[in-house]
T-cell receptor
Framework: KQEVTQIPAALSVPEGENLVLNCSFT??????LQWFRQDPGKGLTSLLL?????REQTSGRLNASLDKSSGRSTLYIAASQPGDSATYLC???????????FGTGTRLKVLA | DTGVSQDPRHKITKRGQNVTFRCDPI?????LYWYRQTLGQGPEFLTY????????KSRLLSDRFSAERPKGSFSTLEIQRTEQGDSAMYLC????????????FGSGTQLSVL
């Protein structure tokens, strides 16, 4: 049974800092992995999707990497801004099913 | 493209009542998902559809929950005989299908069972 873990649960950093969020999954046989952002009381917004054949994806100040063999993904945020404050969640899907299994998220606060 | 729409945004009900939520996915999206989220937790999978076919349903879902997607367009999620433990945010998402698994979420329906 696939399980997704995100550490730390919460993170507070000063503005301008580069930071890394971690996502671990127990079954390396994944189909793809997505990183999402969620603002309080809102739905989720997909940030980056990495297919199982890919090792990383980039969008603006965001870079996500995938290491299937070790069951890990990282989301790198460069030059963090107060507007980046949100909860970041990762989710994976496995071959044979299209359901996504989510981690519990990392609550990020960027201080001005 | 107006995104994924969910209705209502908020629902307050008394224990034992039935409730129904609606989700309108992005028009060309084949897959539609329902998730449930409680405070401080990640979304928990409930069920998903490929067009009108319900392909997978969580074992955590009791018989009080049912979902439909007639004609492969909008979907409804019904909860019968609601319990206080059903209080949560119910999220709908859709994706294009085979060639693109990117999920687009609606804003959710916040259910409070008194």
């Amino acid at each position: 049974k696939q399980e997704v873990t995100q550490i730390p649960a919460a993170l507070s950093v000063p503005e301008g800092e580069n930071l890394v969020l971690n996502c671990s999954f127990t079954d390396s046989a994944i189909y793809n992995l997505q990183w999402f952002r969620q603002d309080p009381g809102k739905g989720l917004t997909s940030l980056l999707l990495i297919q199982s054949s890919q090792r990383e994806q980039t969008s603006g100040r965001l870079n996500a990497s995938l290491d299937k063999s070790s069951g890990r993904s990282t989301l790198y945020i460069a030059a963090s801004q107060p507007g980046d404050s949100a909860t970041y969640l990762c989710a994976v899907t496995s071959p044979g099913t299209y359901k996504y299994i989510f981690g519990t998220g990392t609550r990020l606060k960027v201080l001005a | 493209d107006t995104g994924v729409s969910q209705d209502p945004r908020h629902k307050i009900t008394k224990r034992g009542q039935n409730v129904t939520f609606r989700c309108d996915p992005i028009s060309e999206h084949n897959r539609l998902y329902w998730y449930r989220q409680t405070l401080g937790q990640g979304p928990e999978f409930l069920t998903y559809f490929q067009n009108e076919a319900q392909l997978e349903k969580s074992r955590l879902l009791s018989d009080r929950f049912s979902a439909e997607r007639p004609k492969g367009s909008f979907s409804t999620l019904e909860i019968q005989r609601t319990e206080q433990g059903d209080s949560a945010m119910y999220l709908c998402a859709s994706s294009l299908g085979e060639t693109d698994g990117k999920l687009f979420f609606g804003s959710g329906t916040q259910l409070s069972v008194l």
